[in-house]
């Protein structure tokens, strides 16, 4: 409905699609803080309570991709594509494995998370709304 011609339509859709297709960690919008956690994924540091937590690649890589979808489940098999690539699509029990660590490492409790959601039987969430 506004008053704009075909060619501002499609400039402006190369434009969005140039900005959703920004690989994350690149911008003004690198660091990603929730709570007690702290990512500067340009510099790939964690901390969490300003404490600094050596996460392995693969952890970093899941934690990344949990922050790209912050506030959304993200399903198992999405997680593992992203994560550990197209040849583990039924290895949720590697997912399991690493989400336990990772609450291990960035939850205050990780008997009871408040970061690292589980959505039982379809995925995991990062939740950042009340950290």
Known sequence: ?????????LARIRAGLRH??????SGPDSVFTCGALRVDLEHRDV???GKDVRLTPTEYKLVVTLIKHAGHVVTHDRLLHEV???R????????????TRL????EADPLRPKLLKTDAGIGYRLEWGDA
């Open 47 to 49: 901390q969490v309570d």
């Open 84 to 86: 550990w690539g197209p």
């Open 1 to 9: 409905t506004k008053p704009f011609g075909f060619q501002e339509l």
């Open 88 to 99: 583990h699509p039924e290895q949720i029990q590697y997912l399991r494995v690493y989400m």
């Open 103 to 106: 609450r291990r490492k960035l």
């Open 20 to 25: 959703s297709s920004r690989p994350v960690g």
